[in-house]
């Protein structure tokens, strides 16, 4: 009984602190005249780039799905003073080429350093892979999974077609659309993952996993 509050109250805690510990990380990564990119809405990257706002950097934020989502995000960072230029996704390709490192929220951290994020960032991630430029991740720890990519099943995070084509549009009566909730991004893509415990490569999430998980809790 006294082993399930201790470990309660320790998910609890890392809930609650994960964000805070993450975010203070933004000003080792962020440098003054920097162009850093994001994709769509997430509270913890919103809440790292206010971090590193000091720093003095210039944002591009590319619309996810979520464009509403994404323009609300904009719209809070730039009341905070970041410098924040609001674009389509179709044109980050085209950007890229000019910019520093780009920086995404996941929403899941898999065995072999894959990451689970919202869809559209692999193509993201592709383009910056193309230009060489840092892709940064930020994951807290709770969000580790034994998971390795090739057990994920993509069908199963289906969100509504009306996200992917509004049903006022007249090709929405003879065309069956798929609208995936995220993408998965491979480990080649992605150049560090800040945890709350600090930067992490790819390569070293198999690791964390071993330190902070008992392999028999991987199938509950």
């Known amino acids: 009984m006294w082993v399930e509050i201790y470990s309660e109250k320790r998910l609890r805690l890392e809930l609650e602190t994960s964000s805070s510990a993450i975010s203070q990380q933004a000003r080792q990564h962020a440098h003054t005249d920097e162009l850093i990119l994001t994709y769509g809405a997430s509270d913890l990257a919103e809440r790292w780039l206010k971090q590193a706002n000091s720093r003095r950097y210039r944002l591009i934020l590319a619309e996810s799905s979520d464009v509403r989502g994404s323009a609300a995000m904009a719209a809070r960072l730039s009341a905070a003073g970041v410098p924040v230029t609001l674009v389509n996704s179709a044109s980050v390709t085209g950007l890229m080429s000019r910019v520093n490192k780009v920086v995404l929220g996941v929403s899941a951290v ?19 892979k193309h230009y060489s430029v ?65 930067g992490s490569s790819p390569s070293y999430i198999y690791r964390l996993l071993s330190e902070l998980y008992d392999p028999n809790d991987y199938e509950l």
């Open 110 to 128: 898999l065995a072999g350093g894959a990451a689970r994020a919202a869809a559209g960032a692999h193509a993201v991630t592709l383009a910056a």
């Open 134 to 198: 840092p892709v940064i991740a930020l994951a807290p720890l709770y969000k580790l999974s034994p998971l390795h990519a090739c057990n994920q099943t993509p069908a199963a995070a289906l969100a509504s077609p009306h996200r992917a084509l509004p049903y006022e549009y007249a090709e929405s009566a003879v065309c069956r659309p798929y609208a995936p909730l995220d993408d998965s991004i491979p480990p080649d893509h992605i150049t560090l993952f800040i945890t709350n415990l600090g």
